[in-house]
């Protein structure tokens, strides 16, 4: 069982980037599928999550409108697309599932991480 994030790297402010989120030994049709973030000497913070049915919720005002959550369940990943990323966006990103809902704050499996550095 596995949780694999990729797609972070260094973009200017302004600029794009797609974040995926990749289940291997199980499906993620059933788990809400869920993205936090870690910014240097801050705690982590959950933002945004996916239900097993599609109902999105993002948590924090400064990602509404730049951020969108989504999923395949064909290809057994979810994904977050992130435009117009501000410095502010620096973080290194986590994605979890869970068979609870999204407003549980409980989570089955945990991916890795991916940093996402955003230059001014």
């Known amino acids: 069982v596995q949780l694999q994030a990729s797609g972070g790297g260094l973009v200017q402010a302004g600029g794009s980037l797609v974040l995926s989120c990749e289940a291997s030994?199980?499906?993620?049709?059933?788990?809400?599928i869920a993205w936090f973030r870690q910014a240097p000497g801050k705690e982590r913070e959950g933002f945004s999550c996916?239900?097993?049915?599609?109902?999105?919720?993002y948590n924090h005002e400064s990602v509404k409108g730049r951020f969108t959550i989504s999923r395949d369940n064909a290809k057994n990943t979810g994904y977050l697309t992130m435009n117009s990323l501000r410095p502010e966006d620096t973080a290194v990103y986590y994605c979890?599932?869970?068979?609870?809902?999204?407003?549980?704050?409980?989570?089955?499996?945990w991916g890795q991480g991916t940093q996402v550095t955003v230059s001014s």
């Open positions: 996916i239900s097993a049915g599609g109902t999105t919720r």
């Open positions: 979890a599932v869970t068979k609870y809902s999204c407003g549980s704050g409980l989570f089955d499996f």
């Open positions: 030994g199980f499906s993620v049709n059933r788990y809400g």
